[in-house]
């Protein structure tokens, strides 16, 4: 079974060959019940899918668990390895909440961390498993880099 992308839903096949659905809900009569989702890809080494959930107020993006439909839900953005997810939002994010950091274990993903720095993550870079580098910005409107060493 392949992942099903309509204008109207996406359908994800999980190993057990059921399946999960995910419906769009754009209509304009009802602005706080608007929902978008968009099928971004899968991550072998996690087993998961990976979707971008638009409303009306915010962003997110779900890792969906193949092997269970379980769904982690983290902030707008993220960066993977093939051992941790750090999921972030961007400086223009009407709600600021900082980094998430998300590990591999054997009940699926979980959140190891969170931070909410004093300044803005612009982007991250994954330079090997444990190891990231964050392009970001200060509240004086300073760029600089900084790595984030994950033991």
């Keep these: 079974m392949f992942v099903k992308e309509e204008s109207d839903y996406i359908s994800l096949p999980l190993d ?3 399946s999960l659905e995910f419906r769009n809900n754009s209509s304009e009569n009802y602005i ?28 997110e993006t779900w890792f969906v668990d193949k092997s269970n439909g379980d769904i982690v839900k983290t902030l707008s953005h993220y960066c993977a390895s093939n051992q941790y997810i750090i999921s972030y939002d961007l400086p223009d994010s009407d709600r600021y909440n900082g980094m998430e950091i998300f590990c591999w274990t054997e009940d699926g993903l979980q959140k190891t961390d969170s931070l909410k720095p004093d300044w803005f993550v612009k982007n991250i870079f994954c330079l090997c498993e444990n190891i990231f580098v964050v392009e970001a910005l200060a509240f004086n409107s300073e760029d600089f880099l900084f790595k984030i060493n994950i033991q």
């Design 16 to 18: 057990n060959d059921g």
């Design 32 to 59: 706080d019940e608007y929902i978008k989702f968009k099928y971004l890809g899968f991550l072998d080494h996690f087993n998961v899918y990976v979707l971008k959930v638009i409303r009306f107020s915010n962003e």
